[in-house]
């Protein structure tokens, strides 16, 4: 390949990647390369698009995806990433949330500058068309992602008598969820669909038919990266898994919370021990990987009478709760079956949203092998926290709405019983698949995503957030691509004369 002046690779186009490599190829005076392992939107089965398959499409059945296994303190479970264009915003749940403001000010506090809440809060906004709220003050109206809530009547049966049920038993109703100011309470998720309930990937908002035409994008699909290339401590280019070698002035690394660590590892940039253990050479002694953390908790089972009803996707409605009466820390929703499972079973979700445990990402047997991912330990006030969403629950469970649904409990029968919480800790613990800050600002990365020690290269997705927001993270990966892709724009000259990325209805 030629060499480009001003090429900035992009490695992994998927959540973030997609709005990196949009906003940036903005600025004519750059050119960009998005290297995607995955296929491109050809590959998508309708499914993908179609909310109530999003069971389906993460647990790989309408879309590729790569699965790894997380140890837990309850045994292994799947960790589950897209391996398409659009990554994991392809087969997630789409829940759409922006987290609190206290969580990105203490990003700041801990002196990233840049990432406190009345910083980011405009870049949540210029993200957004928000096809409920949007043109109010903290909602937009013009930015490539459609959102909004489901309608009630697209709802499944299981949603529709969670949220009745809930606001029968006094819980405070929150119109909108992404507004802190009305928190806690009960709410329907806002979601990244179109006025037809389409999902839409951060890949087909941002790089829209428009944007990959500009003569300084080029999308490369099925194009794995095998690693990164240095001179010395500078990163010079890619080297790919079927050889080809590319060069660029930055390389700009968005391969997921899994994967992005495992480059850098690869590269001799992590823990100096665990590269000596491995025998690589170390380039930067950073921990990386040694910080990642996610929501977790149990995932409690009931039965009620079929069927499902309804076309939203599996997380419908959410009581997001506060158990010393003011901060906001768990989420309790039920997720309800797909259309091909046996309909008359629910799964109630209870996730803490506030957890400082730490889990890892370190390199396999091999450095070529998959990672060994360990999650984060359950905080020690676990059982505390979630009596309080139990309590709630059970009082659901007594509501006329949940009577209606003919709502039964499977596993914990009796969420009142003394030893209900712990038990249901031990054998019904879940991830809710936010991994996070396995290369954080803060000490992998500066506040600007770059390597620190490193020239030329730079993380840019849900590894860098330095402590998990107490939202669902896919909003957070988008908000971090745009602000790093400004800064990275600002430097090279700003913008440039092409359109910004305006969405799938150019709107
Ligand atoms: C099942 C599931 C449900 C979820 N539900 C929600 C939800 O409802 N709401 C929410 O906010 N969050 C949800 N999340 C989390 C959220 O979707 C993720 O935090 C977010 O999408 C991660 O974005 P990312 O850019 O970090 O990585 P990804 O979107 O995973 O992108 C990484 C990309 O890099 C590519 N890649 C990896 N390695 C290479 C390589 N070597 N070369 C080239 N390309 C490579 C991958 O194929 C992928 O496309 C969910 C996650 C899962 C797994």
Known sequence: MNRKSNHVLVVGGGTAGSVLAARLSETAGLSVTLLEAGPDHDAYDSAVLDPVWASEAWTGGVAPV??????????????????????????????????????YDAWAAAGLDGWGWDDVVSTFVAAERDLDFGGSAIHGATGPLPVRRWHRDELSRAHRAYYDGMVETGQPVVADINDPSQLPGIGVFPVTIDEKARRVTTSLAYLTPEVRARPNLEVRTSTEVATVAFDGRRAIGVTLTNGEELEADEVVVAAGTLWSPMLLLRAGI?????????????????????TMSDHLGPGILYGHDGPRGGIAGPAGVVLIGA????????????????????????????????????????????????????????????????????????????????RELGCEPVEPHDLTAPHAVSTALERLTLSYAHMTGTCPMGSVLDADCRVRGIDGLRVVDASVMPTIPSGNTYLGCVMVAERVAKKMTTVAGGSSGAKPSRGLRGG
Do not use: C, K
């Open 270 to 290: 992590g823990p100096a021990d665990q590269l000596a253990h491995h025998g690589i050479p170390t380039r930067a002694d950073l921990p990386v990987g040694a």
């Open 66 to 103: 790569a699965t790894t296994p997380m140890a837990t303190q309850t045994g292994a479970i799947p960790m589950i990433q897209g391996r398409l264009l659009g990554g994991t915003s392809a087969v997630n749940g789409l829940a759409t949330l922006r987290g609190l403001p206290s969580d």
């Open 323 to 402: 158990s010393n009466g003011t901060d906001v820390d768990y989420h309790a929703f039920p997720i309800a079956s797909s259309p091909t499972d046996d309909e008359t079973r629910f799964m109630m979700a209870t996730f803490l949203m506030r957890s400082s445990g730490r889990g890892s990402v370190q390199l396999g047997e091999t450095p070529e092998a998959d990672p060994i991912v360990t999650a984060p330990p359950l905080p020690d006030d676990a059982p505390d926290r979630l009596r309080h969403a139990f309590d709630r629950l059970a009082a659901w469970e007594r509501s006329a709405a949940a």
